[in-house]
């Protein structure tokens, strides 16, 4: 008999992404779909149409080119809110309509005021109104954890009765515990009369740090779905990390006895591609995608390791996909050997863009002796971010003198799309003041930057620097990315790749 399989619905384009600052493009929402295809995710929550022009145009671009999974969009109970979640998911192969309600007394009263029965109706008439467009329509009531349970079967029993071919039970304030979930899926099982019609899922938030023990658990009481975010991104303490979700179930077969559809081997792909575009880095130790996740620093550890790799070790970093860091390129490097590195690390270039990035390459090896894998994965972003973030605005060139005894004074040179060169200079408190100054002159945008971060890419003090910044413009964050072995030129490129997604989101939705 085969294993039962449990559905993986990944919801870092909503979720995630609606989590506080990430303000993603179209393109890098589309990058991180199909990566989630490859990964072999069998749902995309693609965003939350009728939230904003922005995410409809993501989950209509996403629905559209990302075939194989199922591509939902998230909805309230509001017949316009579906409407608009249909317009986005209607091209996709496998379109899904996911709608939620509060269902606690403490969000229906203070919330949405209104009573239990209201809710139930307005539930019900929006489960109908998604499956008169879709076959697949999901239901979540919010705070299922803190909801009067008698309440929740009728509901739940009401909205599969409607056409729900899911129900999601949401942990929504991180407020449930393992075992008391376990018995709350249990119940749910026994007490709603028609549950076997549809799937029963659950998502989980970290509040306490519980989301990825309550969603095993509840896996091991019967539900066949879970929800999660890669690298546990979401609300507040996040989501259900996917990654630990997937590798707890992969590594405890025995006790789990379910399958996954997941290529566990993309898991690190993944969860670098993610960290790199939200500009949310992965904490050290982190388990699975942390760069200490493998990383033996205990002498008897280290002995066993080198005896036998399973004395100390879970699992093998290669079944998440990790790098092996056999081969370093440098300066005498050649096209073929890049792109072999950078097919390793799953990178697939056309002629013209492997040009590129050997260009790129070889101006770093004039700098750096060794190129690890790190850094052709700081080179590739790099080269992501010109091609994904509208380039309104291009630096050409940035001069900054500085020291203790002077003021801090930067020149900047720009160029617009349309070939206009701009030069101007300005002085600050410090140089990378200074540089954000000058660009000031030449792009006015009114904004506030809000997060400064350094992070060096590997070890040493040819190490290149990545720069991820955070600016407010209008109650809107953006993120920039830049990264250079020189940290003023990588904090240039960051602002940069900033002001141009504050520019260009301008343009697209003023009218
Ligand atoms: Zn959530």
Redesign the pocket.
């Known amino acids: 008999m085969g294993k039962d399989k449990v559905i993986i619905f990944d919801?870092t384009l909503r979720?995630g992404e609606q989590s506080a600052g990430i303000g993603l493009t179209t393109a890098e929402k589309l990058e991180i779909a199909k990566q989630l295809e490859k990964l072999g995710v069998d749902v995309i929550e693609a965003g939350f149409a009728a939230s904003s022009p922005g995410d409809l145009e993501a989950v209509k671009t996403i629905a559209s080119e990302v075939r194989k999974p199922v591509i939902a969009s998230l909805a309230r109970c509001y017949l316009d809110d579906v409407d608009k979640a249909w317009e986005g998911v209607k091209d996709a192969q496998h379109p899904r309509i996911h709608v939620f309600i509060s269902s606690s007394d403490i969000q229906i009263m203070n919330q949405l005021r209104k009573n239990p029965e209201e809710v139930l109706d307005i539930a019900v008439a929006s489960v109908e109104r998604a499956k008169s467009y879709c076959e697949d329509v999901e239901f979540s009531p919010m705070d299922a954890t803190r909801t009067d349970p008698q309440y929740l079967y009728q509901l739940l029993e009401a909205v599969i009765d409607a056409g729900a071919t899911t129900v999601n039970i949401?942990d929504?304030v991180g407020y449930t515990i393992p075992s008391e979930f376990a018995q709350r899926i249990e119940d749910i099982k026994s007490n709603v009369p028609n549950i076997s019609k549809a799937v029963l899922s659950v998502?989980c938030?970290n509040d306490l740090g519980l989301s990825v023990a309550n969603s095993l658990s509840a896996i091991r009481a019967g539900v066949r779905q879970v929800?999660g975010c890669i690298n546990g991104l979401?609300?507040r303490a996040g989501?259900a990390s996917l990654e630990e979700i997937i590798m707890a179930i992969d590594t405890r077969e025995d006790l789990f006895n379910v399958s996954t559809g997941i290529d566990t081997t993309q898991i690190y792909r993944t969860s670098r591609l993610v960290s790199d575009i939200t500009g949310f880095p992965v904490q050290p130790n982190k388990a699975i995608v942390g760069a200490n996740a493998f990383r033996h620093a205990s002498g008897i550890h280290q002995d066993g390791v080198i005896k036998d790799r399973s004395t100390f070790e879970l699992i093998d970093p290669q079944r998440v996909g990790w790098p092996s860091n056999s081969l370093v390129l440098g300066k005498l490097s050649g096209r073929a050997g890049l792109r072999s590195r950078l097919e390793e690390l799953g990178f697939h270039l056309d002629q013209q863009e492997l040009s590129e990035v050997f260009e790129d390459f070889k101006l770093l090896a004039d700098r750096k002796r060794e190129i690890t894998d790190q850094d052709l994965e700081a080179l590739m972003s790099n080269s992501r971010r010109i091609s994904d973030v509208p380039n309104l605005y291009q630096l050409q060139h940035v001069q900054v003198s500085t020291g203790d005894q002077g003021i801090p004074t930067a020149t900047v040179k720009l160029i617009d799309r349309d070939g206009t060169e701009f030069t101007d200079a300005a002085t600050g408190t410090g140089p990378v003041d200074a540089v954000y100054q000058a660009i000031n002159r030449v792009i006015a945008v009114d904004n506030v930057l809000t997060e400064f971060r350094v992070d060096s890419v590997t070890e040493g003090i040819d190490a290149i620097g990545d720069v991820t910044i955070r600016i407010e413009k209008d109650g809107n964050i953006f993120v920039g990315r830049g990264s250079d072995t020189d940290i003023i030129v990588a904090s240039a490129k960051a602002y940069m790749n900033a002001l141009n997604r504050a520019v260009s989101a301008d343009e697209k939705f003023q009218s």
Do not use: S
Request: hydrophobic residues 10%.
């Open positions: 919801t979720d949401a929504t998502h938030h929800e979401g609300e989501n």
